[in-house]
């Protein structure tokens, strides 16, 4: 490992609120000899109405403490969204509450979703920026108090007429906030989606996330949008190469030695794979050594 990436490892199978199923995902990623950890906490019905339900939160403490991982962060709500103007005030409660859960569980990092939404007449997407910089801003302050990053993560464009910042634009919105506290998430996959929507320069858009990233989610991809919107079963969308596959590493097509030969990230930067252990148990293994070669990539660029 290097003072970059200084720890590689999975997100768990996120539960439906039946705690055994947490417990038996992080028993999985410890076996794997990963040294991090991603805890889809959304799944696991510990907040309610934006309050901490006390109970269930110690049971998952207690669960979650049993794994010495070397990092350990959680991936807040799917639909959190600071450009949410109807629901704004219920997003920040959350993202609040999940702030302290990372403090209560040792999370060192809170995954965030970028904003979407659709603009409104006299409104544009500058406006909608401002809106998502704000509260970050003041999540950023709650954050700082906790010693926690909010990892802000691209994604892309998933219905007609949405306003979606590309990474480029994620890495501005971070830019602009200027905390140490909220850093980038390059979601890899999804900015290739984006980019080939977009029809933007894919590796020019993670040159420009990269030196504010510090956090990594990496998935395999063919970097095609949905223009298939309706699969029997996930193994035909992978078959087909279309949308979000999250495939293990060397699946898809996305050029990870090249990407990773390139960029630099922030000093202590996590890499997690979100490659789900319900499909590719059985690539895990390969797909941490793979990892590893990756971020010995980082130490040789900055060697030569």
């Given amino acids: 490992m290097n003072d970059i990436i200084t720890a590689i490892g999975f997100c768990n199978r996120t539960g439906n609120g039946d705690l055994t199923i947490?417990?038996?995902?992080?028993?999985?990623?410890?076996?794997?000899?990963?040294?991090?950890?991603?805890?889809?906490?959304?799944?696991?019905?510990?907040?309610?109405g934006g309050r901490i339900i006390e109970d269930r939160t110690q049971r998952v403490t207690e669960i979650v403490r049993q794994y010495n991982f070397r990092k350990l962060s959680l991936h807040g709500q799917i639909v959190s969204n600071f450009m949410d103007r109807e629901h704004l005030h219920l997003q920040k409660k959350i993202v609040r509450a999940m702030?302290?859960?990372?403090?209560?569980?040792?999370?060192?990092?809170?995954?965030?979703?970028?904003?979407?939404?659709?603009?409104?007449?006299?409104?544009?997407?500058?406006?909608?920026?401002?809106?998502?910089?704000?509260?970050?801003?003041?999540?950023a302050e709650i954050a700082k108090g906790y010693g926690v990053r909010i990892a802000l993560e691209n994604i892309f464009t998933t219905e007609s007429g949405q306003y979606r910042q590309t990474p480029s634009q994620v890495a501005a919105t971070v830019r602009a906030i200027g905390s140490d506290n909220v850093v980038a998430l390059i979601d890899f996959s999804h900015a290739y989606i984006e980019a080939t929507f977009r029809n933007l320069d894919f590796r020019e858009q993670l040159r420009d996330m990269a030196p504010v990233t510090g956090h990594l989610h990496v998935h395999d991809s063919f970097g095609l949008p949905y223009?298939?919107?309706?699969?029997?079963?996930?193994?035909?969308?992978?078959?087909?190469?279309?949308?979000?596959?999250?495939?293990?590493?060397?699946?898809?097509?996305?050029?990870?030695?090249?990407?990773?030969?390139?960029?630099?990230?922030?000093?202590?930067?996590?890499?997690?794979?979100?490659?789900?252990?319900?499909?590719?148990?059985?690539?895990?293994?390969?797909?941490?050594?793979?990892?590893?070669?990756?971020?010995?990539?980082?130490?040789r660029q900055r060697a030569a």
């Fill in 99 to 139: 702030l302290e859960l990372c403090n209560r569980l040792g999370a060192g990092i809170l995954v965030h979703h970028s904003g979407a939404a659709q603009v409104a007449d006299g409104e544009n997407g500058g406006d909608l920026d401002q809106i998502e910089r704000e509260a970050l801003a003041e999540m």
């Fill in 22 to 48: 947490l417990d038996a995902s992080l028993r999985e990623i410890a076996d794997t000899g990963a040294d991090a950890c991603e805890i889809g906490i959304y799944g696991e019905e510990i907040i309610s």
């Fill in 227 to 299: 223009s298939m919107k309706r699969f029997y079963h996930p193994a035909e969308a992978t078959a087909l190469g279309i949308g979000d596959l999250h495939l293990p590493i060397g699946w898809g097509n996305i050029p990870w030695e090249d990407i990773f030969s390139e960029l630099a990230f922030l000093p202590d930067t996590t890499l997690i794979m979100e490659i789900g252990a319900e499909r590719f148990a059985d690539q895990q293994p390969t797909c941490l050594e793979r990892a590893r070669r990756l971020a010995a990539l980082l130490m």
